[in-house]
C-alpha cells in the first residue's frame, strides 16, 4: 500500500491539474476519447463530422454560385445546403443531449475522485500523525498549529500536510510558468533586436545613388 503522504501529494498535484486546465477542457477531452470507442454515441458523432464537412463543401460551393447567371446550379446546391444543415442541427441537438449527461457523470466522478477522497482522507486520517517532527524545534503553540485538528501534538497533521503539498505545488507551478514566459520573452526580443540583412544587389544600388548624390553636391 503507498504510503499516505504520497496519496495526498499525488491528489494534491491531480485538483491543481483540474483547476488549471478547467473542467470543460477535461470533460471535452474525455468526450472526445469517449467517441473513438464503439460507443453509443461514436457513430452518431462520426456522422456528425462527415454532415459538417458536406455541408462546407456545399455551403463553399454554393457562395461561389451565382444565383442569377446559374439559378439552375444554384438552387440545386441550396436545396442541398438547407437539407445538410437540417440534418446537422438535428444531430448536433442529440449529441448535445447525450453530451450534457455525460459531462454530469465526469463531473460527478471527477469530484468524487479528487476533492471528495480528500475529504474523506481527512476525516479518516484526521487522529493519524502524518510524521513527527523533532521535539522542541518549534513553540508549543506552532506545534499545536501543525497538528491541527485533532492529530497527538508534536506531529504533521494530515490536514497540515495537505495543505504545504499545496503550497509547494502552487509554488513549483508558478516558477515553471514564469521561466516559460521568460524565455519566449528573451527569444522574441533577440528575433526584433536583430539587423535587417540588406543583398548584395540592394548595396549596388544604393552606392551609384550615393555618388549621384556626392556629383550634385
Known amino acids: 500500500m503507498p504510503s499516505i503522504l504520497i496519496v495526498v501529494f499525488i491528489l494534491q498535484l491531480t485538483i491543481h491539474l483540474v ?44 457562395n461561389a454560385t451565382s444565383s442569377q447567371d446559374e439559378f439552375a446550379k444554384w438552387a440545386k446546391l441550396r436545396r442541398q445546403h438547407d437539407k445538410l444543415l437540417e440534418q446537422v442541427e438535428k444531430n448536433k441537438a442529440t449529441l448535445d443531449s447525450t453530451k450534457t449527461t455525460f459531462d454530469s457523470a465526469v463531473s460527478t466522478l471527477r469530484w ?34 501543525l497538528s491541527f485538528p485533532r492529530a497527538p501534538v508534536g506531529s504533521i497533521s494530515i490536514q497540515a500536510w495537505s495543505l504545504a503539498c499545496m503550497a509547494i505545488i502552487v509554488l513549483v507551478s508558478d516558477a515553471m510558468v514564469a521561466a516559460v514566459a521568460l524565455v519566449m520573452t528573451s527569444k522574441s526580443t533577440a528575433a526584433k533586436g536583430q539587423p535587417m540583412k540588406v543583398s548584395s544587389g540592394e548595396k549596388e544600388k544604393a552606392t551609384p545613388t550615393s555618388q549621384e548624390e556626392k556629383k550634385e553636391l
Open 19 to 62: 483547476n488549471t486546465f478547467g473542467a470543460a477542457t477535461i470533460n471535452s477531452l474525455l468526450w472526445n476519447i469517449y467517441n473513438r470507442f464503439p460507443t453509443p454515441t461514436s457513430k452518431s458523432a462520426s456522422e456528425q463530422k462527415v454532415l459538417k464537412s458536406q455541408f462546407m463543401k456545399v455551403r463553399k460551393e454554393l
Open 112 to 145: 468524487l475522485g479528487t476533492n471528495g477522497l480528500r475529504m474523506f482522507l481527512q476525516f479518516w486520517f484526521q487522529k493519524e500523525p502524518m510524521f513527527w517532527i523533532p521535539k522542541g524545534w518549534a513553540p508549543y503553540y506552532a506545534e499545536w498549529l
